[in-house]
T-cell receptor, first 114, second 116 residues
Framework: GAVVSQHPSRVICKSGTSVKIECRSLDFQATTMFWYRQFPKQSLMLMAT?????????EQGVEKDKFLINHASLTLSTLTVTSAHPEDSSFYIC??????????FGPGTRLLVL | AQSVTQLDSHVSVSEGTPVLLRCNYS??????LFWYVQHPNKGLQLLLK??????LVKGINGFEAEFKKSETSFHLTKPSAHMSDAAEYFC??????????????FGQGTILTVHP
């Protein structure tokens, strides 16, 4: 099956620093990738849709200047949390779409901002 | 607006007994529905999907779900629970029209506990 990786799996950073998370589709090309956020004991919330070669589309309430998304190739999308604060601590999950109907998910990145 | 509602936040069963995880959906369009499973510290894995073909959908690991339009339900079942089934399960809706096309909306999740 289609495999999606994320790096790093865990990251701890100081408040005010920026953190970059990579999402890669390992054995397929994905024109569209998605970024989700999951707070403890809650469901996944879509943050943004990332299309290769174009600007990301952000969901309502998600700050595009805070969460920078780059989708420079068909196998890589990055999410940069800029000037991270403790309230940004969360589990960030990406997915890559092979067709309109199927998304394959990465293992997630746990971010802790001190 | 489309949505999915998982009726139970926690379900507890004994090993070897049937599993029923309930999901209702709300949609103006003919929906695409999925069940995903999330094991602790692991990524989401697709169990099965419904995309307007057969209403009874068989998935991996012995799970299946039945799409019932009259009840707007898509409940997940398994005849006999295994300890390895303990995880969190998400019922997911895929948008079919407009700006929601192809976007996934997740239910609140159901944590399944399996007792020996």
């Amino acid at each position: 099956g289609a495999v999606v990786s994320q790096h790093p799996s865990r990251v701890i950073c100081k408040s005010g620093t920026s953190v970059k998370i990579e999402c890669r589709s390992l054995d397929f090309q994905a024109t569209t990738m998605f970024w989700y956020r999951q707070f403890p004991k809650q469901s996944l919330m879509l943050m943004a849709t990332s299309n290769e070669g174009s600007k990301a589309t952000y969901e309502q309430g998600v700050e595009k200047d805070k969460f920078l998304i780059n989708h420079a190739s068909l196998t890589l999308s990055t999410l940069t949390v800029t000037s991270a604060h403790p309230e940004d601590s969360s589990f960030y999950i990406c997915s890559a779409r092979t067709s309109v109907e199927i998304q394959y998910f990465g293992p997630g990145t746990r971010l802790l901002v001190l | 607006a489309q949505s999915v509602t998982q009726l139970d936040s926690h379900v507890s069963v004994s090993e070897g007994t049937p599993v029923l995880l309930r999901c209702n959906y709300s949609s103006s369009y003919s929906p695409s529905l999925f069940w995903y499973v999330q094991h602790p510290n692991k990524g989401l894995q697709l169990l099965l999907k419904y995309t307007s073909a057969a209403t009874l959908v068989k998935g991996i690991n012995g799970f299946e779900a039945e799409f019932k339009k009259s009840e707007t339900s898509f409940h997940l079942t398994k005849p006999s629970a295994h300890m390895s089934d303990a995880a969190e399960y998400f019922c997911v809706y895929s948008g079919a029209g407009g700006t929601s096309y192809g976007k996934l909306t997740f239910g609140q999740g159901t944590i399944l506990t399996v007792h020996p």
